[in-house]
């Protein structure tokens, strides 16, 4: 069977097919069901095959994070949790995340959660040389790695990291009065309703734009049976009841859900 897809239908598919290879259902369903499949998969490699390609040192920033042996940096005790490349946000999303930074000029980024610096680097390569990414990582590993990665490339200067636990790192930001104007939150799925509140109420310069990676989250949020309270299914929740902003939920990838104060957007749509 293919890796699990991030789409739940899809998983839901594969599933079907298998008991109905089981169960010696005929071919022509078989194949049917597995043409879906391909359907599928090919819709994903097409928006990637037209999405620019990316630079030297992101191809290669990226290509080092897929072959990084983390099994062994795990068990050997070097990172807290046992990482997978899937959670790297990826040349297609690295590419919405530049648009939007490109398109609105920002000069100050924030990323909540920077595993090896793919859309932290990706964003500072679209910046002004006095542009800023600051970027929040609890992994002292993952800080080191993406270090040597992103000063592999001239814009890696763009970029500051600060190590430890995202809430603590946002409040200190806080304390010092800082604003961003694009803030990227793709850490702890827990961690997602403080780290909006903290970002929205104090570090979000006027006009600025939040984007909160996940916000579909392999399907859960829309599964009957998902728990309403956890996790990214509670940020999503907590998000439609405020009056005070406009949001919009793109399926791209795992899902990117945009947030802005109504007050920047009202008589300029
Ligand atoms: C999905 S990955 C981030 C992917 C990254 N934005 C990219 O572009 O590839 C989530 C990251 O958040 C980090 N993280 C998890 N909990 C955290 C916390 N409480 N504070 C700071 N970082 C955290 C993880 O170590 C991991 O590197």
């Given at each position: ?35 879906v ?9 097409y ?21 990084h ?23 297609l ?19 909540v ?40 490339s ?20 806080a ?25 929205f ?11 909160m ?57």
């Open positions: 069977m293919s890796k699990r897809s991030r789409d739940p239908a899809i998983n839901k598919l594969r599933e079907v097919k298998a008991e109905a290879e089981s169960l010696g259902i005929p071919e022509t369903i078989i194949n049917g069901l597995q043409a499949d391909d359907l599928a998969t090919a819709r994903e490699d928006c990637d095959s037209k999405t620019s390609t990316a630079s030297e040192p992101m191809a290669a920033l990226i290509k080092d994070t897929l072959e042996p983390w099994q062994n940096v795990y068990e050997e005790g070097k990172t807290a949790w046992n990482i997978t490349p899937r959670m790297m946000s990826g040349n999303e690295g590419y919405v995340l530049k648009f939007l930074v490109s398109a609105s000029k920002s000069k100050n980024v924030l990323e959660g920077m595993l090896t610096g793919c859309a932290a680097l990706g964003m500072a390569e679209v910046m002004p040389d006095d542009g800023k990414v600051v970027t929040c990582e609890i992994d002292p590993y993952l800080v080191d790695l993406a270090r040597k990665l992103m000063d592999r001239p814009h890696g200067k763009k970029v500051e990291i600060l190590t430890g636990p995202a809430i603590e790192s946002l409040n200190g930001l304390k010092k009065n800082q604003k961003f104007d694009f803030i990227f939150i793709d850490a702890d799925k827990p961690g997602y309703c403080d780290y909006f509140n903290i970002c109420s104090e570090l979000l310069a006027p006009g600025g734009t939040i984007a990676d996940n916000a579909l989250f392999g399907g859960k949020p829309y599964m009957e049976d998902s728990p309403p309270n956890e996790g990214v299914t509670k940020f999503n929740n907590m998000i439609v009841t405020r009056k005070d902003i406009y949001y919009v939920l793109m399926p791209i990838r795992d899902g990117i859900m945009l947030i802005r104060r109504k007050e920047d957007m009202n008589g300029t749509v």
